[in-house]
């Protein structure tokens, strides 16, 4: 609870490439269904290579920067322990499980894809975490509508019609949106 | 088809530019995947889709992982390499080299101007993943009834996935849903 131990070392971070490695494998093996909570445990409160606050900026640049954002945040973090070497390390480790296993998932689902019940779970399943990123949408969506800055709200609200209503191409939405929005936050902090 | 040079270079250049424009990580790209196999180039069906999206969530590790059984099916194991390099090639490279530079630019106007204005951006994305998912997840008044018990507890408590996948995938596979 004391909170004079800001001025002392930093933590120790990890000893190699190879251990990095070795704890984003780990990592992956635990996440089911998103792998993000598991990230914040090891990282921050089992291995402690990252302060709450260090995690959280990084997670902002992670999910900001195009492209799944967990696969963002172990590049960055990869290399800045240890260069392209790190960055490969906690990439590797990451995906590197994970891939065999969905390989293995598809073979399964080759073989056995029609059985009633297989098919049932998948449904089941599918149903369920439809409802899990519905409950996470409707988390992230509090602090925008309830404390409304500028024009989020109805950026979010053209974004979602345009690509899950009208199924327009993602590339062509962002094109016009993205910089639009970017632009409206600029003035916005004038 | 299977395997074809014309599917691989297919898979390999869609999830790259996809995934340069897939804010707020794999799960945001949900529709645009969708609409590239199923809508556009016919790889499978609705309900193939949705069984590669349940399929993923059963595997340990990231969301994006779907990537590489969308590959798979269209194209075989070369398809989903091809189709896992397109989706984390770029991007990582990106992640590489903001990573380093960023935080020069703490200060500056336009670094916060691009944090706040994505911000609904990506939310905007995710919503219509919801949305889009669960049109083609819920086809009958049980996986309805699944999906929304789902939200509440979901938002509510913090439960591990995997309790909803197992209950979920337990009831489906009775044949109750």
Redesign the interface.
Known sequence: MSESTEIAAPPPGPTSAWALFRTFARISLYGFGGVLAWTYRILVEEKRWLSDVQFNELLALAQFLPGPNIVNFSVVFGSRLYGKAGAVAALGGLLGVPLLAVILMGLVYARFGELAALRGALAGISAAAAGMIIAVVAKLSKPLFVRPLGPGPLVAIVCFVAIGVLRWPLVWVLVVLAPLSVALAYWRRA | MKGSVDTLLTLAVQFA???????????A?L??MH?LAV?VMGWMTDRQF??M?????????????IV??IG??AGG?AG?AVA?LG??G???V???V???V?DRFKEA??R???????????????????????M?????AG??V???????V??ATKL???W??G???????????
Do not use: K
Not at chain 2, 17 to 27: D, E, P, V, Y
Not at chain 2, 53 to 65: E, M, R
């Open positions: 530019l996809m995934s340069l424009f897939a804010i707020g990580g794999a799960n790209a529709p645009e609409r809508e949705t069984d999206f349940a399929l993923a969530q059963l595997t340990p590790g990231p969301n994006v992982i590489a059984l798979y099916q194991l989903g896992m989706m984390c770029p991007t990582c990106v992640a590489y903001m990573g380093r960023w106007r336009w916060t101007a691009i944090q706040d204005g994505m911000v609904p951006v990506s939310l905007g994305l995710l919503a219509a993943s919801a949305f889009v998912v669960a083609i997840a819920d086809t009958s996986t309805v699944v999906t929304l018990v789902t939200v509440v979901a938002y591990n996935p995997l909803f996948f209950i979920a995938g337990v009831l489906g596979a009775l044949g109750w849903l």
